[in-house]
């Protein structure tokens, strides 16, 4: 129906409930359902509102069981934050965290809180929910037996191998009815051990404290995710804890770690869901910053190029995704071309990105003003020199020299993603 343009119809059956739900289990059609979800979205359907409202009466009803309710709010929330409907996102994890905290706190229902947990965070981070955030972040460590670690610290890695342990030793943990629930509702092949999890809450810990510009904690847990990570790790899980870890080392200015871990993160992702997946865009785009830090301007500015391409291809042009990398791309081709001052081709990348989150903001009727005022200083940087030199004064008159690129509001926060 996509290839026919049949979009109305595709967008009828796509708000079925209990077919999306089906979809969502066939994870071979990962890719193929998020382009399909994203076109019925750009023809003007509400179709994240839809399913999010149809999740939720489902759950008040009361006519399912709270353990297929928690099954499908992990997989749902799970597909909106890939494809970057952060809103619809937290309202169903909120509700299928809910449905987690309501039911006795065994091990097995304390790790599906933190399956929750971790979709969460991903989802308030990328969307500045900074308040709900920390009430996540809380939530997190006290399930993990860390309510006395300090909000802006990491604790030392045997005291979250400690963590480990006190899960691994449940007996639930083995069990059939565990596997079928946390590991097929986190979306892995395998099965995620609780060292896969664990390193995903650190991960978004790490995420959580970059995007609030605490650099040091966000170092400190992205290395403890680092360290968590075991060669039976799922691909995905690897890829993100790389992208992160290498990340924050930009930003401490520890070139030298950050260029091996980000190349390993695009090469892994490239050799796990190939060139043309988001998983790899979204690694370019990290290591598109990393060269831009190190003042390798072009080869950031092709690399920024190949992952917006990457993501236009699966997310079509309307997508916050792609609102994003056009940031990016638009403060690197400002940088490059600082001592020409012809901002053409930034400007217009900025102007996209704005036109894309101002309607994104417009469908989730709620504001985002910080990435908003992300793209409108990008944009007013770029134009600024070219307005000044229409009047007589030439574009040097405004900048001595450009500014570093890491201290950009636009390079301030993680790249979500979706991840």
């Known amino acids: 129906m996509l290839q026919d343009k049949r979009l109305c119809i595709l967008g009828a059956e796509l708000s079925e409930l209990d077919i999306f739900e089906r979809l969502l289990r066939f994870t071979g059609a990962q890719l193929r359902l998020l382009q399909c979800f994203q076109a019925v979205i750009e023809h003007g359907s509400k179709l994240s509102v839809e399913l999010a409202g149809a999740y939720i009466t489902r759950c008040e009803s009361g006519d399912r069981s709270r353990d297929y309710l928690i099954q499908l709010g992990l997989r749902l929330g799970g597909f909106f934050n890939e494809a970057g409907w952060y809103a619809d996102a937290e309202r169903v994890l909120l509700r299928c965290r809910q449905l987690c905290q309501a039911q006795p706190q065994s091990t097995h229902y304390r790790r599906l809180t933190l399956e929750c947990c971790h979709r969460l965070l991903n989802t308030q981070s990328a969307y500045c929910c900074f308040p709900a955030a920390a009430e996540t972040y809380e939530l997190s460590l006290r399930l993990l037996g860390l309510g006395h670690t300090a909000p802006a610290s990491a604790p030392p890695t045997e005291t979250l191998r400690a963590c480990l342990r006190v899960l691994d030793g449940h007996p639930d943990c083995d069990s059939d009815d565990y596997r079928s629930t946390a590991c097929v509702a986190a979306g892995c092949r395998a099965g995620c051990a609780s ?225």
């Open 195 to 419: 060292a896969a999890l664990l390193a995903r809450l650190c991960k978004e810990f790490s995420s959580l404290h970059f995007v609030r510009c605490d650099y040091g904690a966000a170092h400190a847990w992205s290395t403890r995710a680092l360290a968590l990570l075991t060669p039976h790790a799922p691909a995905r899980v690897a890829v993100e804890v790389i992208r992160a870890c290498g990340k924050a080392c930009v930003v401490k200015r520890r070139f030298a770690a950050a260029g091996l871990l980000l190349r390993q993160a695009v090469a892994l992702a490239r050799r796990a869901f190939g060139p043309r997946h988001p998983a790899h865009a979204h690694a370019l785009l990290d290591y598109g910053f990393y060269l831009l830090n190190v003042d390798s301007i072009s080869r950031s500015v092709a690399v920024y190029e190949e992952a917006l391409s990457t993501l236009r291809r699966v997310f079509g042009r309307s997508s916050l995704h792609v609102a994003t990398a056009q940031e990016d791309l638009a403060y690197a081709l400002y940088v490059l071309e600082y001592s020409s001052g012809r901002f053409y081709k930034a400007r217009d990348h900025a102007e996209r990105a704005i036109r894309i989150i101002e309607n994104y903001e417009s469908n989730q009727r709620r504001s985002s003003s910080r990435r908003s005022m992300t793209s409108k200083c990008c944009l007013w940087r770029s134009c600024a020199p070219d307005l000044i030199y229409s009047e007589g004064a030439p574009p040097t008159d405004v900048y001595a020299t450009p500014p570093g690129p890491a201290h950009c509001p636009a390079h301030s926060p993680a790249h979500s993603h979706a991840s």
